[in-house]
């Protein structure tokens, strides 16, 4: 599909936010769409859509999808998942793309963050188990390392098995304490 067709394709489907979702999704694996630069800028102009579902494909394709790293993106994603109001989705799909796209970067700031979310006790009890996941991702750790750790898959937050991560948490502290 061009990149003409695509635009015609949105503007006759954008109104219906089920089937702009769908269409969006379905782009990122389509093989013929392999120009990142033309998929960013589709994507990104998205992010401020009133629509939460169509911001969240936005920064799903360009975090987890794409892998792009850029202040912009990573700024909106820190942003709304650090707002308590926005869409619980929302939330989720910016930690797990964070966690995805700044894998093994160990960068403080996003460190700082996902660690400050997983340990407030106020906070809901996926978001914190997606913070650390995407933490341990940013710290370095891959999903089989984190399961070979764990003893098992962490899909709540009752799975995580916090003493076996210690040397990771402490690295992370250490991470972040150098930061300020």
Not at 48 to 71: H, M, N, P, T, V
Not at 88 to 113: F, H, K, M, V
């Amino acid at each position: 599909m061009d990149r003409t067709t695509i635009y015609d394709h949105i503007k006759s489907i954008e109104s219906n936010e089920v089937k702009l979702y769908s269409f969006l999704y379905d782009l990122i694996y389509n093989e013929e769409s392999n120009d990142v630069s033309f998929l960013e800028k589709l994507y990104s102009s998205f992010l401020l859509d009133d629509r939460s579902e169509i911001k969240r494909i936005a920064i799903y394709a360009l975090l987890f999808g794409l892998k792009i790293q850029k202040d912009r993106y990573k700024n909106f994603a820190l942003d709304n998942l650090q707002d308590t109001e926005n869409d619980y989705d929302l939330r989720l799909t910016c930690i797990s793309g964070i966690g995805q796209a700044y894998r093994n970067t160990r960068e403080p700031l996003i460190l700082s963050i996902l660690s400050t979310l997983y340990n407030d006790s106020t906070e809901d009890l996926n978001i914190r188990a997606e913070c650390f996941s995407s933490m341990m991702r940013v710290y370095g750790l891959d999903s089989k390392e984190m399961v070979k750790k764990n003893n098992c898959i962490i899909v709540s937050f009752e799975d995580i098995e916090q003493d076996n991560f210690n040397d990771e948490l402490n690295n992370i502290a250490v991470i972040i304490e150098k930061r300020v």
